[in-house]
T-cell receptor
Framework: RKEVEQDPGPFNVPEGATVAFNCTYS??????FFWYRQDCRKEPKLLMS???SGNEDGRFTAQLNRASQYISLLIRDSKLSDSATYLC??????????????FGQGTILTVHP | ETGVTQSPTHLIKTRGQQVTLRCSSQ?????VSWYQQALGQGPQFIFQ???????GRGNFPPRFSGLQFPNYSSELNVNALELDDSALYLC?????????????FGPGTRLTVL
């Protein structure tokens, strides 16, 4: 089983749509969770951290369910500029793993006019 | 821009050769992590350097090695290149090595092994 699993998509949605991405992780002791965005042939950039209480940043809402080892990202009112690959990222923490970010395969989103 | 720089941008090598990739961390950051991203995949952790010492390693063979310098810049060395080493190599710097420290990525070096 992969440490972090995501539906690779692609997701093709019209502008203004709401789209949700899901992710599961295998290490129940994981300490921190993130969503990164990666544009074509560019480096990943942090979109938002994910907290157990859920957090929102404008049109983006992230949720973490530790019991189910499940992370989600909701994008409302999609824009053309949201087209990118969305990477679910987990930091297992602890011991020598402090700095190790474990990435999912990424979910490709294309927003069309 | 993150302030993390990498060189070179692109590189073409042949099987069996050796390569050195370089990374300059963002000002104020003492930790550098290296990742390999194959086409269509998420980045895979290679190793991390904290204050010039290796501080964690992923599932990569010993022919992948690294260094961190007193100014916290870093090198990734790969010996005996194989075709499967063709990938985007990303470095990321952070203020410290803890789980909650945001890692800022450089633009990457795209390595092609022929």
């Amino acid at each position: 089983r992969k440490e972090v699993e995501q539906d690779p998509g692609p997701f093709n949605v019209p502008e203004g749509a709401t789209v949700a991405f899901n992710c599961t992780y295998s290490n129940s002791a994981s300490q921190s969770f993130f969503w990164y965005r990666q544009d074509c042939r560019k480096e990943p950039k942090l979109l938002m951290s994910v907290y157990s209480s859920g957090n929102e940043d404008g049109r983006f809402t992230a949720q973490l369910n530790r019991a189910s080892q499940y992370i989600s990202l909701l994008i409302r009112d999609s824009k053309l500029s949201d087209s990118a690959t969305y990477l679910c990222v987990v930091n297992p923490g602890g011991g020598t793993s402090y700095g190790k970010l474990t990435f999912g395969q990424g979910t490709i989103l294309t927003v069309h006019p | 821009e993150t302030g993390v720089t990498q060189s070179p941008t692109h590189l073409i090598k042949t099987r069996g050769q050796q390569v050195t990739l370089r990374c300059s961390s963002q000002s104020g950051h003492n930790t550098v992590s290296w990742y390999q991203q194959a086409l269509g995949q998420g980045p895979q952790f290679i190793f991390q350097y904290y204050r010039e010492e290796e501080n964690g390693r992923g599932n990569f063979p010993p022919r992948f090695s690294g260094l961190q310098f007193p100014n916290y810049s870093s090198e990734l060395n790969v010996n005996a290149l194989e075709l499967d080493d063709s990938a985007l190599y990303l470095c990321a710097s952070s203020r410290a090595s803890g789980a909650y420290n945001e890692q800022f990525f450089g633009p990457g070096t795209r390595l092609t092994v022929l």
